[in-house]
C-alpha cells in the first residue's frame, strides 16, 4: 500500500471532495488515480479564497448552507468537514498517507500526485491562517475573558503579563501587572491602569495612527515593492524552465531521430525516454504553477483605492463589532502592547514588513492604588 501511493496512485475508499477516482492501468492490474471534478473544485477553491479574505470557518459553513450546496455525504456543511478541505494537502497535488502507522513509520507524500486545485502558496497561506486561530495558541482564559486587550497588554517595568481585575464588586476593573498584583508594591513600580480609559484610548489610537491614508500609502508601496521582487524572481525563475524544457526537448527529438534511422532500437533507449520524459512532466508541472503565480499578480496588486474600502470596513469593525470579533481583529495584527505610566508603546504587523511605534500616545490618569 505505501508502494502504491508513493507512485501516485489513490488507496482509500472515498476520494477527497472535489475529486472522483478513475482506473488507470499498472501492467497486469487497474489502480485508481484522482481526477477533477470542476463543479465541487470551485467550491474548494471559494473556500481557500472567503478564509484568505478574513471570512471564519463558521461563515463559510452558513454560506454553502444557505446556497444549498450539498456536503460529501449530501449532508449540510459544519466546520469539521470545512477544516478537513482547508488542511488536506491533497488540494495541491500532494497525497499523504499513513499518518497513524502502527509500526511508527514516517507518512508517505507523494507529490504531482493529481491535478492541484489550489496553489501551494495558497495553501500554505490558509494553513498558517489556521495555525493562527487554532484554540491552542490563545488561552481559553483569554479567550473568554470580557477584556478588551487579554493576553496582549504587558508592564514595561518588569516585562510580567498585565491583566484584566475587578474591584468593588465589579464596578470598576483594571489592568495590573502580574507582580504587582501577586507579590505587592515593592516588585514592581507599575500602577493599576483603568480599563475602559485603556481600551478606548487604544482603539482611537489604532484608528487614527495605524488605519490611516498615509499609512495605507506606506504598506501598499512597501507591499507592491516586495511583489515586484516576488514577480522578478518568478519571472527568471520560469525562464530557466523554458531553457530546461527546451533543452529536453531537444534532446528527445535527436532520440526518436536515431531510433528513425535505425542507429539504435527502441529498447536500448527507452529507459533514457521514460526518464527524460519524467524530468519534461516535473518541470512541466513546475512551469505551469509559475503562469498561474504570473497571471494572478495584477490580482493580488491591489490598488490604494481598494486597501481604502477594506481599512473602512475594519474602523467600522473596531467601533461597532461584538467583543469577541473586536478581540480576534486586534489580536489578528497587535503583537504586545507594553506600559510604563502613561506611555504605551503599542507593537504591530504589517502584511509585508513590522512597523512599531514608540510615542506618548495615552495620557491615562491613574485611579486606585497599589
Not at 489604532?206 to 524572481?233: R, V
Request: net charge positive; hydrophobic share 35%; proline share 5%.
Amino acid at each position: 500500500m505505501r508502494e502504491s501511493v508513493s507512485r501516485g496512485f489513490y488507496i482509500s475508499v472515498s476520494p477527497p471532495y472535489g475529486y472522483s477516482k478513475i482506473k488507470v492501468a499498472d501492467g497486469n492490474k487497474t489502480r485508481a488515480k484522482l481526477k477533477i471534478k470542476p463543479d465541487e473544485a470551485n467550491i474548494v477553491k471559494k473556500m481557500f479564497d472567503a478564509l484568505i479574505s478574513g471570512k471564519g470557518i463558521t461563515e463559510i459553513v452558513k454560506e454553502l448552507n444557505n446556497t444549498g450546496i450539498p456536503s460529501p455525504k449530501n449532508k449540510r456543511w459544519g466546520k469539521t468537514s470545512i477544516y478537513a478541505i482547508l488542511s488536506n494537502e491533497v488540494y495541491t497535488g500532494t497525497i499523504v498517507w499513513g499518518r497513524n502507522s502502527k509500526r511508527n513509520l514516517e507518512p508517505i507524500r507523494a507529490t504531482n500526485s493529481c491535478e492541484p486545485i489550489i496553489d501551494k502558496q495558497i495553501f500554505d497561506t490558509v494553513k498558517q491562517i489556521l495555525k493562527q486561530r487554532a484554540p491552542q495558541v490563545t488561552h481559553p482564559r483569554i479567550t473568554s475573558s470580557h477584556f478588551l486587550l487579554s493576553g496582549l497588554t504587558r508592564c514595561a517595568y518588569c516585562g510580567r503579563p498585565m491583566t484584566g481585575c475587578n474591584a468593588k464588586s465589579g464596578h470598576f476593573s483594571y489592568y495590573v501587572c502580574q507582580s504587582l498584583r501577586r507579590h505587592g508594591a515593592q516588585t514592581c513600580k507599575a500602577k493599576y491602569i483603568p480599563a475602559p480609559k485603556l481600551e478606548k484610548q487604544i482603539l482611537e489610537r489604532i484608528g487614527k495612527n495605524i488605519l490611516t491614508e498615509d499609512n495605507l500609502k506606506e504598506l501598499l508601496e512597501l507591499s507592491n515593492q516586495e511583489m515586484d521582487k516576488a514577480f522578478e524572481s518568478v519571472k527568471c525563475e520560469q525562464n530557466i524552465l523554458d531553457d530546461k524544457i527546451t533543452d529536453i526537448e531537444y534532446r528527445l527529438s535527436n532520440i526518436y531521430k536515431a531510433i528513425e534511422n535505425g542507429n539504435f532500437d527502441l529498447p536500448d533507449l527507452s529507459p533514457r525516454l521514460k526518464e527524460l520524459n519524467k524530468q519534461k512532466a516535473l518541470l512541466s508541472t513546475k512551469q505551469t504553477e509559475l503562469k498561474t503565480t504570473i497571471s494572478e499578480y495584477k490580482v493580488s496588486n491591489m490598488s490604494p483605492e481598494q486597501i481604502a474600502f477594506y481599512i473602512k470596513d475594519l474602523k467600522e469593525l473596531l467601533d461597532e463589532a461584538e467583543l469577541g470579533e473586536r478581540k480576534a481583529f486586534i489580536r489578528s495584527f497587535v503583537k504586545e502592547i507594553r506600559i510604563r505610566d502613561n506611555e504605551v508603546t503599542l507593537e504591530y504587523f504589517a502584511p509585508i514588513a513590522e512597523m512599531h511605534t514608540d510615542k506618548r500616545v495615552l495620557p491615562i490618569v491613574q485611579n486606585g492604588g497599589r
